[in-house]
């Protein structure tokens, strides 16, 4: 059962119809997964978010040479003692100093076997290990073809200088049990074993090009927050062990062989870190490989939103401790205002303050969608009396509809009315929006003022004043037919008219189109 320490029965006799009843203590080995850090969000393009974030605080790595478990095994088809090996040297282990070792996990290729022991060895060189200092029996959860652990109570501390020989004795009763991968093997450090009173390369000596599936898992004593390591010279070795079991003597070289009497087995090399996936809200939206540290979630409606990132482990996943909280503006329309001429009504509103990609603009009236404008201004006619509520908001790029602008009563009586509602100065618009071959433009003046309108082609040139003047308090209109200071009709394209007053100007946009 994944996630659970083995336990196996062995040499149960039984007599025809007998039953036995064997009670089974499950452990089960909680995984260490470590969570992605300095998760950041930034809002990119107005209306998307930039995710980043750091690989999991490494505080555990697994050390191997295989590449998986091929579906093959390595032995002698015979009963024999053996010891198979990986070496880690110094060189290797030169930036895990300080770091515990606290479990060994190998995998074998069937359970032709009496007794199986894991063996840890502190030093040695190429061709001898070093003292023996730790082992233990698990015979008792070897099981074939999945990973066997063995956690070690109390861990090993990585020395300077110093190498390392982990790997299991077997007392095989047949077969071919010691697993292997594929290859090509790593010469003298993963694939090593015990015969004729030495060790050597099963790949130096016999040509078999495989490799044992053995891995060691390293602890770094490294907390969270980053302590430092403990001075390499407080470092002991650690005190040598007598072994329970005399070295095997009886295997020869050219006994050895290798069975692939099974299909390649879809065994990970090593349980790791193999991707991550990306929340927005609780809901998953990415998943990201290993080595991609940074998402964008693009075209976000306003509102605010929370991410998380999940590390993704062979053995479980895990998420970031800390969601990233990002809010997505798309500010609204401003100025909005109503120019009332007794049933009729004209609306008119400025682009919002932080202009970005605006397609149109949706207005509402009392809560309801009443049309997609392109323009700046929407003419109502023949309105029934009553009291009215506008709003209106922009339409970004990708469709996304911006916030809301502020809510404008307008009240239609039943008889004529020309003041403005709420009376401000200020320029209204123009309608019709697009226009041809006139528009009229409308403003209004809290109070009596001088007032200039001028209209401006699209390079900044003036081409035509249509109103210079001292105007009364009240709302205005001006009509433009399309020519300028001199009488010329002038050509299709985008406008820009002015209003100045001593207190107040305003510029919008109009486009005479034939």
Same mark, same amino acid.
């Given at each position: 059962? +994944?996630?659970?320490?083995?336990?196996?029965?062995?040499?149960?006799?039984?007599?025809?119809?007998?039953?036995?009843?064997?009670?089974?203590?499950?452990?089960?080995?909680?995984?260490?997964?470590?969570? +992605?850090?300095?998760?950041? +969000?930034?809002?990119?393009?107005?209306?998307?978010?930039?995710?980043?974030?750091?690989?999991?605080?490494?505080?555990?790595?697994?050390?191997?040479?295989?590449?998986?478990?091929?579906?093959?095994?390595?032995?002698?088809?015979?009963?024999?003692?053996?010891?198979?090996?990986?070496?880690?040297?110094?060189?290797?282990?030169?930036?895990?100093?300080?770091?515990?070792?606290?479990?060994?996990?190998?995998?074998?290729?069937?359970?032709?076997?009496?007794?199986?022991?894991?063996?840890?060895?502190?030093?040695?060189?190429?061709?001898?290990?070093?003292?023996?200092?730790?082992?233990?029996?698990?015979?008792?959860?070897?099981?074939?073809?999945?990973?066997?652990?063995?956690?070690?109570?109390?861990?090993?501390?990585?020395?300077?200088?110093?190498?390392?020989?982990?790997?299991?004795?077997?007392?095989?009763?047949?077969?071919?049990?010691?697993?292997?991968?594929? @290859?090509?093997?790593?010469?003298?450090?993963?694939?090593?074993?015990?015969?004729?009173?030495?060790?050597?390369?099963?790949?130096?000596?016999?040509?078999?090009?495989?490799?044992?599936?053995?891995?060691?898992?390293?602890?770094?004593?490294?907390?969270?927050?980053?302590?430092?390591?403990?001075?390499?010279?407080?470092?002991?070795?650690?005190?040598?062990?007598?072994?329970?079991?005399?070295?095997?003597?009886?295997?020869?070289?050219?006994?050895?062989?290798?069975?692939?009497?099974?299909?390649?087995?879809?065994?990970?090399?090593?349980?790791?870190?193999?991707?991550?996936?990306?929340?927005?809200?609780?809901?998953?939206?990415?998943?990201?490989?290993?080595?991609?540290?940074?998402?964008?979630?693009?075209?976000?409606?306003?509102?605010?939103?929370?991410?998380?990132?999940?590390?993704?482990?062979?053995?479980?996943? $895990?998420?970031?401790?800390?969601?990233?909280?990002?809010?997505?503006?798309?500010?609204?329309?401003?100025?909005?205002?109503?120019?009332?001429?007794?049933?009729?009504?004209?609306?008119?509103?400025?682009?919002?303050?932080?202009?970005?990609?605006?397609?149109?603009?949706?207005?509402?009236?009392?809560?309801?969608?009443?049309?997609?404008?392109? @323009?700046?201004?929407?003419?109502?006619?023949?309105?029934? +009396?009553?009291?009215?509520?506008?709003?209106?908001?922009?339409?970004?790029?990708?469709?996304?509809?911006?916030?809301?602008?502020?809510?404008?009563? $307008?009240?239609?009586?039943?008889?004529?009315?020309?003041?403005? $509602?709420?009376?401000?100065?200020?320029?209204?618009?123009?309608?019709?929006?697009?226009?041809?071959?006139?528009?009229?433009?409308?403003?209004?003046?809290?109070?009596?003022?001088?007032?200039?309108?001028?209209?401006?082609?699209?390079?900044?040139?003036?081409?035509?004043?249509?109103?210079?003047?001292?105007?009364?308090?009240?709302?205005?209109?001006?009509?433009?037919? @399309?020519?300028?200071?001199?009488?010329?009709?002038?050509?299709?394209?985008?406008?820009?008219?002015?209003?100045?007053?001593?207190?107040?100007?305003?510029?919008?946009?109009?486009?005479?189109?034939?």
């Amino acid at each position: 059962m +994944a996630g659970y320490e083995n336990m196996v029965f062995r040499n149960l006799e039984l007599d025809s119809g007998q039953m036995l009843q064997q009670d089974i203590n499950l452990q089960y080995i909680e995984p260490t997964l470590y969570p +992605a850090t300095d998760l950041s +969000a930034t809002v990119q393009e107005f209306n998307s978010v930039q995710l980043a974030w750091e690989a999991p605080n490494v505080q555990s790595q697994e050390i191997l040479y295989h590449n998986g478990y091929s579906g093959a095994g390595i032995g002698t088809n015979t009963p024999v003692e053996a010891e198979f090996a990986i070496r880690l040297t110094s060189e290797e282990l030169d930036d895990y100093v300080g770091w515990e070792l606290g479990k060994v996990s190998f995998m074998l290729h069937t359970m032709e076997f009496n007794s199986a022991l894991v063996h840890i060895y502190e030093g040695g060189s190429n061709g001898q290990p070093g003292t023996l200092v730790y082992e233990e029996d698990v015979t008792n959860k070897a099981l074939s073809q999945i990973w066997i652990d063995e956690i070690l109570e109390d861990p090993i501390t990585i020395l300077p200088d110093t190498e390392y020989w982990i790997g299991y004795y077997l007392d095989a009763t047949g077969g071919y049990p010691a697993a292997c991968d594929s @290859g090509p093997a790593v010469s003298g450090k993963g694939d090593l074993i015990y015969t004729d009173g030495s060790w050597i390369s099963i790949s130096d000596a016999l040509g078999l090009d495989v490799n044992w599936i053995i891995n060691a898992t390293l602890t770094s004593p490294q907390d969270r927050a980053g302590n430092k390591l403990m001075a390499k010279s407080s470092l002991e070795p650690r005190a040598g062990i007598r072994s329970r079991i005399a070295m095997p003597t009886g295997l020869h070289l050219n006994e050895l062989a290798i069975e692939n009497s099974l299909d390649e087995i879809q065994v990970p090399a090593y349980r790791n870190l193999y991707g991550y996936t990306v929340y927005r809200d609780g809901t998953a939206i990415s998943n990201q490989g290993p080595y991609e540290l940074d998402y964008t979630d693009a075209d976000l409606d306003a509102g605010t939103y929370s991410y998380s990132i999940e590390a993704n482990y062979t053995q479980g996943n $895990v998420l970031n401790s800390t969601p990233a909280e990002i809010i997505i503006s798309l500010p609204a329309p401003t100025n909005l205002a109503a120019l009332v001429d007794g049933g009729n009504l004209n609306l008119s509103w400025d682009p919002p303050t932080q202009q970005r990609s605006i397609q149109s603009y949706n207005l509402y009236m009392d809560e309801e969608l009443v049309e997609n404008v392109e @323009g700046l201004s929407y003419s109502m006619a023949d309105m029934e +009396a009553g009291i009215y509520s506008f709003n209106v908001a922009a339409i970004y790029s990708g469709d996304h509809e911006g916030e809301m602008s502020q809510t404008l009563e $307008v009240e239609i009586e039943s008889s004529a009315n020309n003041d403005l $509602v709420n009376p401000v100065t200020g320029l209204l618009g123009n309608y019709p929006n697009p226009f041809n071959p006139s528009t009229t433009i409308s403003y209004s003046l809290k109070e009596a003022s001088d007032v200039k309108i001028v209209i401006f082609n699209s390079k900044g040139q003036i081409v035509r004043k249509l109103v210079e003047a001292h105007m009364d308090r009240g709302n205005h209109t001006a009509v433009w037919n @399309g020519q300028d200071n001199n009488g010329n009709t002038v050509g299709n394209g985008l406008y820009l008219y002015k209003m100045q007053s001593p207190d107040y100007q305003s510029t919008k946009k109009m486009i005479l189109m034939k």
